[in-house]
């Protein structure tokens, strides 16, 4: 199981959650919101202040916690061709694609907006998604 910590607010990162979950090889991934409490602790529990959420998201797979370009990297390898294939982004070098990550995670959401609770799991995955008590099915970022 690969866990996905992002930011439910952000349009861009509903969408990208979303994207995921069209193109997986299997049902393999865990959706945890980064503004929930078991997000807060998972960032701490690995090391990272949960301010982390406010530039990176955290993939978690098995003992391993990975953030920025390498967490987009590992998702990749989850995904159907030919969106896999995208991996071979990992012989950029590190240095370079996190500063693209940096770059663009900084501006998402003057580009692609927020929204509060802008995604919370459709009823028919609910499974997949870590909610707070209470939360409600919203279709945002569609």
């Known amino acids: 199981m690969i866990r996905i ?5 952000c349009v861009a990162c509903s969408r990208f959650v979303r994207f995921v979950l069209d193109h997986e090889i299997d049902a393999r991934c865990q959706f945890i919101s980064a503004w929930s409490q078991t997000g807060s602790d998972l960032a701490i529990r690995q090391g990272h202040d949960p301010r982390l959420y406010e530039i990176s998201f955290m993939v978690l797979d098995r003992d391993r916690a990975l953030v920025k370009s390498d967490a987009v990297l590992h998702i990749f390898t989850s995904l159907k061709a030919p969106w896999r294939w995208l991996i071979v982004l990992k012989y950029v070098p590190k240095v370079l694609r996190d500063a693209v990550y940096t770059f663009l995670a900084r501006r998402r ?6 929204r509060e609770s802008c995604f919370i799991s459709p ?3 609910r499974e997949r998604f870590v909610e707070p008590e209470g939360s409600r099915p919203v279709d945002c970022g569609r």
Do not use: M
């Not at 910590?5 to 607010?9: K, S």
């Not at 959401?109 to 927020?114: D, E, H, L, T």
């Open 5 to 9: 910590v992002f930011d439910t607010d």
């Open 109 to 114: 959401y003057a580009w692609f907006g927020r």
């Open 123 to 125: 009823a028919s995955l």
